[in-house]
């Protein structure tokens, strides 16, 4: 992994991984996982009755389609599948979720939240969604579900298509907005216009969700410093409910990437540098602060706290069970991590054979639960160590002194008490690039991915 903060590192967004969205990375599941740890952790009861903490449950679906494929994009998904194709997948999804439901570890387990992300979910018709949503919770109904998240892209939204999501209890609307700026929208390979952006967000409002999410990506291709700035007007005038403002990164198997890689100059403009970036989300968040909106995270601000929450990713932070449907698709069950297969074709053929799609898996010892859960909890800005006394019966203050000492050395650690630890605004902002000083040695310079 990259640490575009290291000693003589230039400051230029290079290729590479940057986001840390689970521990241990990525790369060090394998396929032979899953018959030795994953399949079995599926098909042992979920430990919780009598005195053990209850693990709450999760499903997220995976909609691998899109219009266009975003230059920055690095997910699965597919912009040439055609009505019928389509179908098939969802039927694939629906599948899936009935062999799930056929595992001890998810016997008699309420869903208590739900995520439809992608790809961009909103792609589907109102017709393939609600045939969908009925196939899913024919046996398992998730109408007591704490939040259901719906990803959206701008332009593929109709007042009827949203009244729809809204009728199947979506309570958290999330639009990919990204930039204002249609020149920027262009140069980054969105498929949606500034006009959509305000037609789609006026049909929400007055449809009555109960909290609707505006995500932004500081330093796309062409940003500047006065479009960044009109962006964040732009933002407050809606009033979104949160705001989730993403850093440009460039991993791997991106457009971008590509082309940096083999210099085939396909892009003339630069992704803004990281000083850049983080001095834009910075702004952002003063300006959005002032507003009287509270930072929840390294990436996101809410208007009201009390009320705004983003249950997926705080119970995810907490240890919880998720499946993870759908091509690609990352899960977490029974303590054991897993990944479906990364293919349209291998994940189909699968399911049409009546097995698992499962592709790669890994159970983290405890030492290693507890690292995921420290390090993502780091992206609040805050731990409890309480919470890690609780749950795991280990002092975190005394774990990783070694790696607090070297934030405080640097400036990034505004609090160190047996009670909270606090990063600055400065380091919570750059936060991902901290935490791998928390990882065990011999995960610290593999390939996060």
């Given amino acids: 992994m990259h640490d575009p903060n290291g000693e003589g590192a230039a400051p230029v967004t290079e290729v590479g991984s940057y986001f840390v969205a689970n521990y241990p990375p990525f790369s060090v599941w394998t396929p032979e996982a899953v018959t030795t740890e994953a399949l079995p952790a599926l098909h042992r009861p979920s430990p919780t009755g009598g005195g053990s903490r209850r693990v709450p449950l999760g499903l997220y679906l995976h909609i691998p389609f899109c219009r266009k494929r975003c230059h920055f994009c690095y997910f699965r998904v597919y912009t040439n599948k055609n009505a019928q194709e389509v179908e098939s997948y969802l039927d694939l999804l629906a599948s899936e979720w009935d062999l799930y439901r056929g595992c001890d570890a998810l016997a008699g387990r309420p869903l208590d939240f739900v995520y439809f992300g992608g790809g961009t979910p909103s792609f589907l018709s109102t017709r393939q969604l609600e045939r969908l949503v009925k196939r899913l919770t024919t046996h398992t109904p998730w109408a007591q579900?704490?939040?259901?998240?719906?990803?959206?892209?701008?332009?593929?939204?109709?007042?009827?298509?949203?009244?729809a999501i809204r009728q199947m209890g979506v309570t958290r609307l999330s639009l990919g907005v990204e930039?204002?700026?249609?020149?920027?929208?262009?140069?980054?390979?969105?498929?949606?216009?500034?006009?959509?952006?305000?037609?789609?967000?006026?049909?929400?409002?007055?449809?009555?969700?109960?909290?609707?999410?505006?995500?932004?990506?500081?330093?796309?291709?062409?940003?500047?410093?006065?479009?960044?700035?009109?962006?964040?007007?732009r933002t407050l005038a809606l009033e979104p409910d949160s705001v989730t403002i993403y850093q440009m990164e460039l991993p791997y198997n991106t457009t971008i990437s590509a082309d940096k890689l083999k210099g085939t100059g396909q892009f003339a403009q630069e992704v803004a540098n990281w000083d850049t970036k983080r001095r834009w989300v910075g702004e952002a968040f003063a300006a959005l602060e002032a507003a009287g909106y509270h930072a929840g995270s390294a990436y996101t601000v809410v208007k009201d706290p009390s009320r705004t929450t983003f249950i997926y990713r705080d119970r995810l932070w907490q240890g919880a069970d998720l499946v993870g449907l759908g091509v690609a698709s990352f899960g977490h069950v029974n303590g054991v991590h897993m990944q479906n297969l990364d293919t349209w074709e291998?994940?189909?053929?699968?399911?049409?054979?009546?097995?698992?799609?499962?592709?790669?898996?890994y159970r983290p010892t405890g030492d290693e639960r507890l690292i995921r859960e420290f390090i993502l909890q780091l992206k609040r800005g805050w731990i409890r160590p309480a919470y890690f006394q609780e749950t795991y019966g280990v002092d975190v203050t005394a774990r990783f002194r070694e790696s607090l000492d070297a934030l405080e050395a640097t400036g990034v650690l505004a609090m160190r008490t047996r009670d909270r630890l606090e990063l600055t605004r400065d380091g919570l902002l750059r936060v991902d690039t901290l935490l791998p000083g928390f990882f065990l040695p011999h995960h610290r310079d593999v390939r996060y991915t």
């Fill in 145 to 163: 579900a704490e939040e259901i998240t719906f990803e959206c892209e701008p332009g593929t939204l109709t007042e009827a298509k949203l009244s």
């Fill in 179 to 233: 930039n204002f700026d249609d020149t920027v929208l262009e140069l980054n390979g969105r498929a949606h216009r500034s006009p959509e952006i305000d037609r789609a967000y006026a049909f929400a409002r007055a449809l009555g969700f109960p909290q609707i999410n505006i995500d932004l990506i500081a330093g796309m291709l062409g940003e500047t410093d006065a479009n960044w700035r009109r962006c964040v007007e």
């Fill in 346 to 361: 291998k994940y189909g053929a699968a399911i049409a054979q009546g097995g698992l799609p499962l592709g790669r898996a």
